[in-house]
């Protein structure tokens, strides 16, 4: 893959075209207002768990959603991907521009994903109106992470056998500033929902 393609600048004939039906003509049909709550953590750190719990929440609310899953991102629209650090800022950054367009659909997006450089955090949020895009730092400690080592990851990392992986021998960006922190060994799942879902509705 040429990794640098991802810096490249669109051919100059693409221009963006203006639609007719307003991001806000889109959000009033679904009575609500479109959100990306973006997960971020290190590797079993309980992101997936949380942000599914989360959805099946809101679903029981009437409110609509969609979760935007790393693994499963990886696992289609990029799996022409590798996890070296330019392909992980691709991933990042592919991931934000769907989540921009789902919002712009009306949605409450919510993304789950190790999403490890504060820079693409900070770019994804730059996609977004003010307000919209709400970091929650999945906090859970790199300890706690790689006893639990659900996928074996951990263990095949300090083993040689996977390389770059975040924690071990790649950085993890932690937010500085964040909206929300969980720590899902303190905290219950149904709590950190319930908190999640009282901070989206006050938003």
């Not at 040429?2 to 007719?20: C, K, M, Q």
């Not at 499963?72 to 070296?84: F, H, P, V, Y």
């Amino acid at each position: 893959m040429n990794e640098a393609r991802s810096v490249l600048p669109p051919p100059p004939a693409i221009r963006p075209y203006s639609l007719a039906l307003p991001a806000q003509a889109r959000a009033a049909l679904k009575l609500q207002q479109p959100r990306c709550l973006w997960l971020t953590g290190l590797s079993g750190a309980g992101k997936s768990t949380l942000a599914n719990a989360l959805e099946v929440h809101l679903h029981q609310f009437g409110l609509h959603t969609f979760l935007l899953d790393g693994d499963n991102l990886r696992s289609g629209l990029c799996r022409d991907l590798g996890m070296a650090e330019a392909c992980r800022r691709e991933n990042i950054r592919r991931t934000a521009e769907v989540a921009r367009l789902m919002v712009d659909a009306g949605l409450i997006v919510i993304v789950a994903a190790i999403s490890p450089f504060r820079a693409e955090r900070d770019t994804a949020r730059q996609l977004f109106a003010e307000g919209d895009f709400i970091e929650v730092h999945v906090s859970t400690s790199l300890e706690v992470c790689a006893r639990r080592d659900p996928k074996g990851l951990y263990r095949a990392a300090r083993e040689g056998r996977i390389k770059d992986f975040t924690g071990i021998d790649s950085p993890y960006e932690a937010p500085l500033a964040a909206e929300c922190r969980i720590d899902t060994d303190e905290v219950e799942l149904s709590h950190a929902c319930h908190r999640l879902a009282s901070f989206l509705i006050k938003k």
